[in-house]
Antibody
Framework: EVQLVESGGGLVKPGGSLRLSCAASGFTFSSYTMDWVRQAPGKGLEWVSSITSSSSYIYYADSVKGRFTISRDNAKNSLYLQMNSLRAEDTAVYYC??????????????WGQGTLVTVSS | DIQMTQSPSSLSASVGDRVTITCRASQSISNYLNWYQQKPGKAPKLLIYAASNLQTGVPSRFSGSGSGTDFTLTINSLQPEDVATYYCQQSYSSPPTFGQGTKVEIK
């Protein structure tokens, strides 16, 4: 059974840093592109970042570029998101998601339960 | 970035009704369109990929159609457990973008 379990969320002051982790199991982690998607309270879904299977290609949303860093450790089946210079607008539930390509394009076929990041003084 | 617009933003229907949600892309995205269901307090769940393909394990009352810029998610015979917010998402070009969501309630 595919499982994605996020951790590392919490309350942080503006300008602070936080590192999120996502532990994967039930599939060959090293074969998949992985993503972070966030959801501000009461709002819709916003893609944040993605990293290909061997970390060759990394992409960021403009809203986090230069402040967030995605990484992965395939030996540990883990995905990470280092978040620096946090702002109030970064407050959200952060989901890790597996990216798959079953037909045309790709889709997020498995999601973790999410971890809440609150940026407030 | 490609903008995804869903309509309606919310709807209320009776159990057994047929429900239709539309999603429009700001440019042609072929069939690179996915649908997700998110129940309150839960993570999103993939329902439909590549516009019309039912994800494994998803009930057959869900179906998707469309190509180019206009897409539809249909729920045949709405069930109480279908109360959720539904999102479309394009994977045609980066960044992947989502619609604003359609909240489905039972009348």
């Amino acid at each position: 059974e595919v499982q994605l379990v996020e951790s590392g969320g919490g309350l942080v002051k503006p300008g602070g840093s936080l590192r999120l982790s996502c532990a994967a199991s039930g599939f060959t982690f090293s074969s998949y592109t992985m993503d972070w998607v966030r959801q501000a309270p009461g709002k819709g879904l916003e893609w944040v970042s993605s990293i290909t299977s061997s970390s060759s290609y990394i992409y960021y949303a403009d809203s986090v570029k230069g402040r967030f860093t995605i990484s992965r450790d395939n030996a540990k089946n883990s995905l990470y998101l280092q978040m620096n210079s946090l702002r109030a607008e970064d407050t959200a539930v952060y989901y890790c998601a597996r990216e798959n390509g079953q037909a045309a394009g790709t889709e997020f076929d498995y999601w973790g339960q999410g971890t809440l990041v609150t940026v407030s003084s | 970035d490609i903008q995804m617009t869903q309509s309606p933003s919310s709807l209320s229907a009776s159990v057994g009704d047929r429900v239709t949600i539309t999603c429009r892309a700001s440019q042609s995205i072929s069939n690179y369109l996915n649908w997700y269901q998110q129940k309150p307090g839960k993570a999103p769940k993939l329902l439909i990929y590549a516009a019309s393909n039912l994800q494994t394990g998803v009930p057959s009352r869900f179906s998707g159609s469309g190509s180019g810029t206009d897409f539809t998610l249909t729920i045949n015979s709405l069930q109480p457990e279908d109360v959720a917010t539904y999102y479309c998402q394009q994977s045609y070009s980066s960044p992947p973008t989502f619609g604003q969501g359609t909240k489905v309630e039972i009348k």
